[in-house]
């Protein structure tokens, strides 16, 4: 089993930034692919941004629409942990944000099913 515990979160006015982190144990997570997902009020869970590591220094990131240009996702496989980089935050962006993380090695899937393992959230807030 992998436990994911995120931190970072909180409130921020429009246009600043923050920096999410969320910490795996249970298991190396270092080749499983590893994302966020967010949930707003009244709104579905959606798919954020994720990241894979294929050896050495090669890793892929995927974004959404929403985020990219915004939102940078990197992760250090030494310290078991991933980071989502946010900038230029809009008050659209408010929403707890999950950490995700998945045995598979392909390319990660932007569905809520693709993962197996989830994080309790952090609540990130964006005034206007």
């Known amino acids: 089993q992998v436990q994911l515990v995120e931190s970072g979160g909180g409130l921020v006015q429009a246009g600043g930034s923050l920096r999410l982190s969320c910490a795996a144990s249970?298991?190396?997570?270092?080749?499983?692919?590893m994302g966020w997902f967010r949930q707003a009020p009244g709104k579905e869970r959606e798919f954020v941004a994720a990241?894979?590591?294929?050896?050495?220094?090669?890793?892929?990131?995927y974004y959404a629409d929403s985020v990219k240009g915004r939102f940078t996702i990197s992760r250090d496989n030494a310290k078991n942990t991933v980071y989502l980089q946010m900038k230029t935050l809009k008050p659209e962006d408010t929403a707890v944000y999950y950490c995700?993380?998945?045995?598979?090695?392909?390319?990660?899937?932007?569905?809520?099913?693709?993962?197996?393992?989830w994080g309790q959230g952090t609540q990130v807030t964006v005034s206007s």
């Open positions: 995700v993380a998945d045995a598979s090695a392909a390319t990660p899937g932007r569905a809520t099913d693709d993962y197996a393992y």
């Open positions: 249970g298991r190396t997570v270092s080749t499983y692919a």
């Open positions: 990241i894979t590591w294929r050896g050495g220094s090669l890793f892929y990131a």
